[in-house]
């Protein structure tokens, strides 16, 4: 039986502003690294703890995966006073950057979660949103979803890379097992 994933907006909000407040001093931050940096916490998070960050839903969208809630969860930040919009220009491109004017509740993550949070952010600090989501581009979930379908959190355990003999003869040896 699978556990069911349970989207947490609070958490989700407050992790939008740990992000954005962390993101200050990098310039190609925008909309669009900021959605590859939440898809690599949440789906990072199942994988190596067993839950995401957040529970948010992913969906395969052109430029890498999008967190359904975003635009909610972001708007709703706007409109307390939590954080604002800056529009910029990158390189000839429009960047819209979230900006945090308060700092984030930290203390609804675990520190494994922050610990996380922040090699993610290390990891993707020196990718344009175009290197962001190139690299979004390759995860298998995303390859294999359908245009805005969902992306399952279980395919972060699945990979790209060939099957090494050593792989195919074990997966020979299981399967006998199995079949005795």
Do not use: C
Request: a negative charge; charged letters at 25%; proline letters at 6%.
């Amino acid at each position: 039986m699978t556990a069911t994933i349970e989207f947490d907006d609070t958490k989700f909000g407050e992790l939008l502003l740990y992000i954005a407040e962390e993101s200050v001093g990098d310039p190609k931050f925008g909309k669009t690294k900021l959605n590859k940096i939440l898809f690599y916490m949440d789906f990072l998070g199942y994988g190596i703890h067993g839950k995401p960050l957040t529970g948010a839903a992913y969906q395969r969208r052109p430029f890498g995966p999008v967190p359904k809630q975003i635009t909610l969860v972001r708007n709703r930040l706007i409109a307390n006073g939590d954080a604002a919009v800056e529009y910029a220009e990158y390189f000839g491109r429009p960047q819209e950057r979230l900006v945090a004017k308060r700092p984030p509740n930290l203390s609804l993550f675990t520190q494994a979660e922050i610990d996380l949070a922040a090699e993610v952010l290390k990891a993707l600090w020196n990718r344009s949103a175009t290197e962001a989501s190139e690299l979004s581009h390759r995860e298998p979930g995303w390859a294999l979803a359908g245009d805005r379908d969902e992306i399952p959190y279980s395919a972060v355990f699945l990979s790209s890379r060939a099957l090494t003999p050593e792989d195919i003869r074990r997966g020979q040896e299981i399967e006998a097992l199995l079949a005795a």
